[in-house]
């Protein structure tokens, strides 16, 4: 990129989903065109773009010529084929990197670039075989958890293990043949350090949130979290530090456990906009979705000042099992936000939206997301 990639401009989304949906109409409302490429029809990215390429990832000649008609390339989530971002790259500048792509989309290399850069993470060893898989569990301290290496989120593809195992049963209910051994971490809570780097090594990083999953998903986040300041610190240091070592352009979250001793481990990376970060549309000076799109473009980066302290609860399928949701009451919730995906069928556990809130403190903004999500079923639910 020879110089800034200013409004107007065709800005490329690679992948579908609500990431991306919510990049674009960041992107459209600073005067930047989206043309987005997926593999759905009727698509959340696509209901708001302004170009859309439905095609297979693997098919090269449609993603070359979706390349040569943006102006710079990103993308909304990393498991993308490694040989799509190569094909990309030969046409378009794009950002984040392949190689940053590489490595978060793969357990195992995620954490050996983790370890191996002197970053602290837990103990974990590869498995590949029943046998390896029993000599790892004599090397990491149980409760473990067995993991696949790839493709895995939300907890999917993931076993725990504890202290009486059969190792054959272990192994034959695995999800698949290249996974991870992590020992299990009995942590105070967790956090995630959303940092944005552009081309010229300049960085800000947002607010430490604090995140409470459920079932493995990310249930409610509440910022700033609620943890001493000198960690707060610590965490985006630690996140600076790993942006730096990955020559990052664009966004990067850093999913983090906070150890009861204090101590930080890091859990996961996730190079593009992150649902932790999603409260930072409306408590943000400038939100994740806007610095990942200044990034990507060579522009100055937006301030990271917390304006209100806030929180964001997910709304998963399972909101609808009763029928439509009373988005009224709701919303009657002081300071509550809506936003909805554009999916058009609610299953148990898929991301459908989520609610925000702001308050004058973290507490209460956590109080009001949570009434608003839990008024969502009362009886007088719109049909």
């Not at 989206?34 to 759905?40: L, R």
């Not at 996961?268 to 994740?288: D, F, K, M, V, Y």
């Not at 964001?312 to 439509?324: A, F, K, R, T, Y």
């Not at 004058?360 to 999500?373: G, P, Y």
């Amino acid at each position: 990129m020879t110089g800034p990639v200013l409004p107007g401009a065709t800005i490329g989304v690679m992948g579908g989903g609500q990431l991306g949906r919510m990049f674009t109409i960041a992107a459209r409302r600073m005067g930047y065109r989206i043309h987005v490429f997926t593999p759905e029809e009727n698509s959340p990215t696509g209901q708001v773009a302004d170009f859309v390429t439905i095609a297979a990832y693997a098919d090269e000649n449609a993603i070359r010529r979706f390349a040569r008609s943006v102006h710079v390339l990103t993308f909304e989530f990393e498991n993308i084929p490694v040989e799509t971002i190569e094909w990309c790259a030969r046409e378009i500048d794009v950002h984040p990197a392949g190689a940053v792509l590489h490595i978060a989309q793969h357990r195992l290399r995620e954490k050996t670039f983790l370890r191996d850069s002197g970053f602290p993470v837990a103990p974990f060893r590869p498995v590949n075989s029943a046998g390896e898989l029993a000599a790892a569990l004599e090397q990491i301290e149980r409760p473990s958890i067995l993991k696949t290496a790839a493709w895995g989120y939300d907890g999917k593809g993931q076993q725990s293990i504890s202290a009486r195992v059969d190792i054959e049963e272990i192994w034959d209910a695995r999800s698949g043949d290249n996974l991870v051994l992590e020992q299990a971490i009995d942590f105070a809570c967790e956090v995630s350090a959303i940092v944005a780097r552009d081309s010229d090594g300049n960085m800000r990083t947002f607010p430490i949130a604090e995140n409470i999953h459920k079932n493995h998903i990310l249930d409610i986040t509440i910022v700033p979290a609620r943890i001493a300041t000198s960690l707060e610190k610590r965490a985006a240091e630690l996140a600076e530090s790993i942006a730096e070592k990955l020559e990052l352009v664009g966004i990067l979250a850093v999913e983090m456990f906070v150890e009861k001793s204090g101590e930080l481990l890091v859990n996961e990376l996730a190079p593009r906009p992150h649902n932790s970060g999603h409260w930072s549309i409306e408590g943000c000076a400038t939100s994740q979705f806007e610095q990942h799109l200044r990034a990507v473009c060579g522009l100055p980066l937006g301030s990271v000042e917390l304006l209100k302290p806030s929180a964001m609860s997910n709304l998963l399928g399972d909101v609808w099992q009763s029928g439509e949701p009373n988005w009224a009451a709701a919303l009657a919730e002081p300071n509550v936000h809506l936003h909805l995906y554009g999916k058009t069928e609610a299953r148990p556990r898929r991301k459908m939206g989520h609610l925000t809130a702001v308050a004058d403190t973290c507490e209460a903004a956590a109080k009001h997301v949570q009434r608003a999500r839990d008024s969502l079923a009362s009886a007088e639910s719109a049909n």
